[in-house]
């Protein structure tokens, strides 16, 4: 294999972990997939392919698929909600105070919708097929035909199984209105509220339909079903999650900023072990979906401080 062969891979390994994350909703998956890929690559007869990007992605798909078949099973038989694993790039993993005035600015970091916990649920209610010719047209941009060979189906039954998927998400949709300083603000206002018990001032940052996922994977004390209206999610937070913040006033508990999942979120740490990962979904300057990930297998992610 030579280092140019190699070189090609490289450059498009990144695109390759989002593509099989946003198809799989594991992380770990992602990179055991592309891993695969990588060693299909080592052995190909590379003068016979055309398009590096094309043929990578393609086996990168069908694994994916392979992947989704058993993974459909498997998520059946979950305990309570079910969330994806959470995606941290490795340029943003710092941890920020609440209110630091330390924000990256909007112009060097961007909110990523296509790859939020809000989009990765709704992708759920799609079949494996629906899902991928969704993704990869209308977040990876290749056309029809390039899917349909991949996915081997016609162009135009692929077109339609697209088509279906944006009918199936549409009520949601991708909207990145707010900024990233925007959403870091509403955090902070998210701590707060909750930290001195401001029910009136919690209830102003959500919306009335406000809804809360929480997974705990069967292995971590969490909601059994989604929970919707802001009166029973501020019961909710109060009675189950403000003692969390309250103890983050110790030594013992913190609880601190992070981007993953295109946003930034809240990381509750207990003896510097991530207990809880908060993950919002804003819309019009309110809290539209908080999304709590419990399950301490997915939260391995954030690493221990």
């Given at each position: 294999?030579?280092?140019?062969?190699i070189?090609?891979?490289?450059?498009?390994?990144?695109?390759?972990?989002?593509?099989?994350?946003?198809?799989t909703g594991?992380?770990a998956?992602?990179e055991d997939i592309?891993?695969e890929?990588?060693?299909?690559w080592?052995?190909?007869?590379?003068?016979?392919?055309?398009?590096?990007?094309a043929?990578?992605?393609?086996?990168?798909?069908r694994?994916?698929?392979?992947?989704?078949?058993?993974?459909?099973v498997?998520?059946?038989?979950?305990?309570?909600?079910?969330?994806?694993?959470?995606?941290v790039?490795?340029?943003r993993?710092?941890?920020?105070?609440?209110?630091?005035?330390?924000?990256?600015?909007?112009?060097e970091?961007?909110?990523?919708?296509?790859?939020?916990?809000?989009?990765?649920?709704?992708?759920?209610?799609?079949?494996?097929?629906?899902?991928a010719?969704?993704?990869?047209?209308?977040?990876?941009h290749?056309?029809?035909?390039?899917i349909?060979?991949?996915?081997?189906?016609?162009?135009s039954?692929?077109?339609?199984?697209?088509s279906?998927?944006?009918?199936?998400?549409?009520?949601?949709?991708?909207?990145?209105?707010q900024?990233t300083?925007?959403?870091?603000?509403?955090?902070?206002?998210?701590?707060?509220?909750?930290?001195?018990?401001?029910?009136?001032?919690?209830?102003?940052?959500?919306?009335?339909?406000?809804?809360?996922h929480?997974?705990?994977?069967?292995?971590?004390?969490a909601?059994?079903?989604v929970?919707?209206?802001s009166?029973?999610?501020?019961e909710?937070?109060m009675?189950?999650?403000?003692p969390?913040?309250?103890?983050?006033?110790?030594s013992?508990?913190?609880?601190?900023?992070?981007?993953?999942n295109g946003?930034?979120g809240?990381i509750?740490?207990?003896?510097?072990?991530?207990?809880?990962?908060?993950?919002f979904?804003?819309?019009?300057?309110?809290?539209?979906k908080?999304?709590?990930?419990r399950?301490?297998?997915?939260?391995c992610?954030?690493?221990?401080?």
């Open positions: 294999m030579s280092s140019t062969a070189d090609t891979f490289e450059i498009h390994r990144s695109k390759l972990i989002g593509l099989v994350y946003r198809i594991s992380r998956e992602a592309v891993q890929t990588f060693l299909k080592l052995y190909a007869d590379h003068r016979n392919i055309n398009s590096a990007r043929w990578l992605m393609k086996i990168a798909t694994m994916a698929l392979d992947y989704m078949k058993s993974a459909s498997k998520r059946v038989s979950y305990v309570g909600p079910w969330l994806p694993e959470p995606f790039e490795d340029n993993t710092s941890e920020q105070e609440l209110g630091a005035n330390n924000t990256t600015p909007d112009k970091i961007e909110l990523d919708e296509s790859i939020s916990m809000a989009l990765l649920v709704l992708l759920e209610e799609l079949s494996p097929a629906e899902r010719s969704f993704i990869l047209h209308d977040l990876f290749f056309d029809f035909e390039e349909g060979e991949i996915l081997e189906k016609t162009g039954s692929c077109r339609k199984l697209a279906r998927a944006r009918l199936k998400i549409s009520r949601d949709g991708i909207q990145a209105k900024t300083n925007e959403h870091a603000q509403m955090l902070t206002a998210f701590s707060n509220a909750i930290k001195d018990g401001d029910i009136t001032g919690l209830i102003t940052l959500l919306k009335e339909n406000v809804i809360l929480s997974d705990g994977g069967g292995k971590a004390i909601l059994l079903e929970l919707q209206g009166n029973v999610v501020v909710f937070l009675d189950k999650v403000r969390d913040f309250i103890a983050g006033e110790s013992d508990v913190a609880i601190r900023m992070t981007w993953f946003s930034p809240l509750v740490r207990y003896n510097g072990k991530p207990v809880t990962a908060f993950n979904e804003l819309e019009a300057g309110a809290i539209k908080i999304h709590a990930l399950n301490p297998d997915k939260l992610v954030f690493g221990t401080l």
